[in-house]
């Protein structure tokens, strides 16, 4: 956030619902794409359009839904270690909803904390941003409502997508720059996402980034903001007309 500010960025962080701080309601609608259209609804209340908009992770496929059913809203995307997902949570989180139940006996908020940093080390290449203070804050909106988070997070799991995203990537007019890191990780890209990016968006490029794992914006926030440099000078570029 701070980088982008530099940058001069007017920047603003919209967490999906069950998300950081946003609330956790059991019986809501947690698939991507009314995941898609609350987006949509905090960027139409704040009179937001035509923004750069950086996703991280399944985050992506919210933005990629967005630049399709919103293109008034979305410039371009910059999507982190994320792609096409279909779904809004991934298989290997399905097999963790089985430790749920047992989460409070098994230590609660301890045990949470501990399964997220080991997560949080786990995915990345450069593992010195992974202090406490920064797993406290990772968790803090679960620990304010641990019950709420849980319920949820099944919610998620059993959320149905009214549509399919892979069918309308076309759609999706806008410039798409996608950043991974090369380090061996966990994430939500994988070489058949890209391929399907490649050969379905008019405008998509591929940024690789050695030494980086899946949380790109907390190892390489550098490389954030040059993405989102660079987009922007594909735009200008785009923008400039050219007469014989």
């Not at 937001?48 to 967005?66: D, E, Y």
């Not at 490389?223 to 735009?235: G, I, K, N, Q």
Request: neutral net charge; glycine residues 6%; charged residues 20%.
């Amino acid at each position: 956030m701070p980088r982008l500010v530099e940058a001069g960025y007017r920047t603003i962080v919209i967490e999906p619902l069950g998300v950081g701080a946003s609330s956790r309601p059991e019986h809501a609608d947690y698939s991507l794409n009314a995941q898609t259209v609350r987006i949509a609804r905090a960027l139409d209340s704040l009179h937001v359009s035509n923004a750069v908009v950086v996703a991280h992770a399944l985050g992506a496929a919210m933005g990629l839904r967005l630049a399709y059913r919103r293109p008034d809203l979305v410039r371009g995307l910059v999507a982190l270690d994320g792609g096409p997902s279909e779904a809004a949570v991934s298989p290997s989180f399905r097999k963790t909803l089985r430790l749920f139940p047992w989460v409070k006996l098994m230590g609660g908020m301890k045990l949470v904390r501990k399964k997220t940093r080991e997560n949080l080390v786990a995915s990345s290449a450069d593992t010195t941003w992974v202090t406490d203070e920064v797993v406290a804050e990772y968790t803090a909106g679960t620990a304010k409502d641990l019950d709420g988070t849980l319920k949820a997070y099944v919610a998620m799991a059993g959320a149905k997508e009214p549509d399919r995203l892979a069918p309308h990537l076309a759609e999706v007019l806008c410039p798409v720059r996608l950043v991974v890191g090369t380090a061996p990780h966990s994430g939500t890209v994988n070489s058949a996402d890209v391929a399907l990016l490649q050969d379905s968006l008019s405008a998509f490029t591929l940024d690789s980034i050695p030494g980086a794992g899946h949380y790109l914006h907390e190892e390489r926030p550098d490389v954030v903001v040059e993405a989102v440099a660079r987009l922007e000078t594909s735009l200008r570029s785009q923008a400039v007309v050219r007469t014989p």
